[in-house]
């Protein structure tokens, strides 16, 4: 059951300097709870989504094509039912979720399924060495077919729907009454570092070292929590894990698909619970976290960090607490969230250097980055020529959000059992603070907060502090400082509804 809220953080007038929100909240009454005798049933199931054939492939700011699959790219679906209450959890191996594609892929679940469209939570591993399909789909939901190259690939959009879909209409029919336990498990081998530096002139940096110099200190934290909710049917055979962990997926590099760590994650589970579970992986909000430790010279292998994060799931197993009277919630709320500006001037800017660099001109890297996103700035605020737009961007291009104006509708979501479990569906690729206000400020036992669900489009959420001191992330963002803030506060919200709406 969902609990529509009103939109949060409306603004009229935003300068980069000085952003004045408004918060407005439009009470409607609880949704009733199931009732307290009514069992849980949840099923899981497992879709192939990689691509077949040659297709771009997603994460870096050059065009590269696949060239074979080191390991499948999987959507996994965890449904949960419980009386007239139902919802569904899908985390995907892709970089990111299009609003556009969270959409499609609701609407045939809740005409499918039965399951209501704003339950349904679409979240993206991030891995980079997975498809990068969103111009094909932006193709696809407005009527458009490739051209050029494009028309020469088997289409990819279509199963990628599909997928999904399939995938929660599986895990639907494989629902069962199960036993819930959850908890959080520290990750004591360190995989996980903050790579942005505070340097000595007060600016930061990203992806420093220790030894750099100007170098003083990481720019903040980690989150070293990993979330754990396991379901065990009736018989006590464990049919899915969910997890997440604050951590970058982008370990592997090269042109074949790859799901990353999480693929080394539920290697280990399987092997401690048999075969036929479903690991489950929601990244954790980890914009600036990465698997690069600042005081060495080598970076930890991809093996060696799923192996090493599955073993302290496995390990952390025996204490997860039950959940004992998992009354299923789910409550939604839209954030408007301040777009940065980008001006005519900017545009125009953005337009001629990315002219030269399709000509062979090497700029820097920040400089490409910034003229990016001021186009995608400009086709999010304004009612642009969509055609003219297809022409400078790949990933950025939106059918729903194209014209926003100077805010974007956002979603965020909150799925609760009980008192016990949380998991928070947060848009975009968040910083690690935004998870760790959430958790700190949840009413619930064990909380998950799950970066990139249901909307991509905001690239990186810095907080507003970290906007001050500058670095790749800061400058590959579409979002004004105090946006990430705003979309924390809808969630903590939520939260404390959804726990005092429990008997």
Known sequence: MACRRGNIGGMKEMKLSLIVSALAWMSLAPPALPAAEAPLRAGVATADITPAGPYPMSGYYFERLSTGTKDPLHAKALVLRQGDSAAAIICCDLIVIASDLTDVVREAVERETGIPGANVCLAATHTHTGPDYTKELFQFVTGRKPTGAAAERV???????????????????????????????????????????????????????????????????????????????????????????????????????????????????RDALGGSVVSLFGNGCCGNINHVDPTKSEANKTDFIGSSIGRSIVAGLPALLPVAAPRLQVRTATVDVPILDATPEQVAAAKKLLGEIKAGAKPDFLAHVDAYRRLIIDNLRHDIDQEEALEWLGWGLSKKLAGSGDTMPLGVQVITLGRDVAVVAFPGESFVEHGLAIKNASPFRTTLVVELANHGETIYVPTRAAAVGGGYETTNTTVAPGAGELMVEACVRLLQEAAAAIP
Do not use: C
């Not at 170098?215 to 464990?238: M, S």
């Open 155 to 269: 289409p990819y959009v279509p199963r990628l729907i599909d997928g999904l879909v399939a995938a929660v209409k599986q895990a639907d029919r494989a629902a069962t009454e199960v036993t819930v336990t959850a908890g959080n498990v520290l990750q004591e081998t360190p995989v996980s570092f903050n790579r942005r530096f505070l340097m000595k002139d007060g600016s930061v940096r990203t992806w420093a070292k220790i030894d750099t110099p100007g170098a003083i200190r990481p720019a903040g934290p980690i989150d070293a929590q990993i979330g754990v909710v396991r379901f065990d049917d009736a018989g006590g055979k464990p049919r899915g894990l969910l997890s997440s962990f604050a951590l970058h997926l982008d370990t592997v590099g090269g042109t074949e698909y790859s799901a990353d760590f999480p693929f080394f994650i539920e290697r280990e589970i």
